[in-house]
């Protein structure tokens, strides 16, 4: 029996003992510790890394940025005010008929161009020409009663000086006489209208220009009540653009027309890019428009070439006035910042140097500069992101005299870069201004 239990014991000692609660809770605290630590030790890392970038960028640069420059130069600035702009007809005519009839024929094709005075359409004329045969003979008629009334006149008026009748009879005949002249004279008005009838039936083209879609076929009687009318002429040659500009330009551009000035005026097609035609400033509206703010105004151009068609859309830009010879930059040149506009400068030491500038009329290309920097100066146009006062530079290709580099563009010879070397041409390139565009005119 005690062998029993003894050989019990020993089993009960041979089985493996689970750990206690406490050691369990010692193992996950080692391990959050390390978690932590690992944590703790990456963000030093990262913020090790920062600092280090942090003063590598602000280690001075010892190499000579690489930067385009162009020359600060001379040119005529021209002041042009853009605006959207109709094509607008000087005469649009829809002609009607005068008189009632049958419409027996048309002497024009859809789309032709005729002239002034040119025949168009024929009515027929045999209704009035019937009743210009009756107005005559009745004119014929009352003319001889006239004659016989004066006659009878003229016997009474003797008769009268011999007492031979009362006087009343005398002065009785002198009334009908004059009522007969009367109804001559109410007949020759009736001639006169049936020969401006028959006139009418035959119509022709009030101006010069093109004629549109056929609106009436021959065969169709046709009406003065009508309001279809026969055919559209359009005058063409010349025709005029009208257009809009803000109210606080025109101030401007009326001081220049009462000096006498002829303003040019240029349309430009949907784009913006290609020139349609040239012509001159005729007039300007006399009132604001007040829900615009816009004043209209009509310029007129020849229109040769029918390169402006009727109510097409048009970009206006009217040459204001011109400035001659100022000192002009490229856009590029100028930066904004806390001084307001300025340009990095470079000096002969081939530093650049911060200088405040006050500009003036600009483009999308170039800039007219007030005070600053004076022709001949040299300031960079490209890579100023990389630049602060002090910093030297190396331009990268040599621009040399503005008036030899001012053509530098698409064309330029193989290994030059235009857009590094945007010099301001001397002398007679011409800069255009471009103010905001208004709202496009009310269809017209």
């Not at 220009?209 to 009318?229: A, E, H, I, K």
């Amino acid at each position: 029996m005690r062998c029993a239990i003894d050989e019990q014991v020993t089993r009960a000692d041979a089985r493996p003992t689970a750990l206690p609660p406490a050691t369990r809770q010692q193992r996950g605290g080692r391990l959050r510790l390390a978690f932590i630590f690992l944590a703790v030790l990456l963000l030093g890392l990262l913020a090790w890394r920062l600092l280090t970038s942090k003063g590598a960028s602000r280690a001075p640069h010892t190499e000579a940025q690489r930067v385009g420059a162009a020359k600060v130069g001379t040119a005529n600035i021209h002041v042009v005010l853009s605006g959207l702009g109709t094509v607008t007809p000087l005469a649009t005519i829809t002609v009607q008929t005068q008189i009632n009839g049958q419409l027996m024929s048309v002497g024009f094709k859809e789309g032709q161009i005729v002239q002034k005075g040119d025949f168009l359409a024929q009515i027929d004329p045999r209704p009035y020409q019937v009743a210009l045969e009756q107005a005559q003979g009745t004119y014929e008629h009352d003319k001889q009663v006239l004659a016989q009334a004066q006659s009878d006149l003229a016997r009474y008026d003797r008769l009268n000086k011999q007492d031979s009748i009362s006087k009343q009879e005398a002065v009785d005949q002198a009334f009908l006489v004059k009522q007969d002249q009367g109804t001559v004279l109410e007949d020759q008005g009736t001639i006169d209208t049936d020969r401006l009838n028959l006139t009418y039936c035959h119509i022709t083209s009030p101006v010069t220009g093109r004629v549109g879609l056929r609106l009436v076929d021959p065969g169709n009687y046709v009406q003065t009540s009508s309001s279809t009318g026969l055919v559209v002429v359009t005058q063409l040659q010349p025709i005029s653009v009208i257009f809009v500009l803000p109210e606080d330009d025109v101030p401007d551009v009326l001081a220049e027309m009462r000096n006498g000035q002829t303003l040019q005026v240029t349309a430009y097609d949907r784009t913006n890019t290609n020139v349609l035609a040239t012509g001159t400033l005729e007039t300007v509206d006399n009132e604001v428009d007040t829900t615009t703010g816009t004043v209209k105004l009509r310029a007129n151009f020849p229109n040769a070439d029918d390169a402006l068609f009727p109510n097409a859309f048009v970009n206006a830009r009217l040459l204001e006035k011109t400035l001659a010879n100022v000192t002009v930059a490229p856009v590029a040149a100028v930066q904004h910042g806390a001084p307001g506009a300025f340009v990095y400068l470079i000096k002969p030491d081939n530093t650049v140097a911060v200088q405040v500038v006050k500009t003036g009329v600009t483009d999308d290309d170039n800039v007219q500069i007030l005070s600053g920097v004076k022709p001949g100066d040299m300031v960079v146009v490209d890579g100023a992101d990389r630049l602060r006062d002090g910093v030297k530079v190396r331009v990268a290709q040599d621009t040399g005299d503005a008036a030899a580099t001012a053509n530098n563009g698409p064309g330029a010879p193989p290994g030059e870069q235009p857009g590094n070397q945007t010099a301001v041409p001397a002398n007679e390139q011409a800069v255009k201004h471009h103010r905001k565009k208004p709202p496009a005119p009310d269809a017209q």
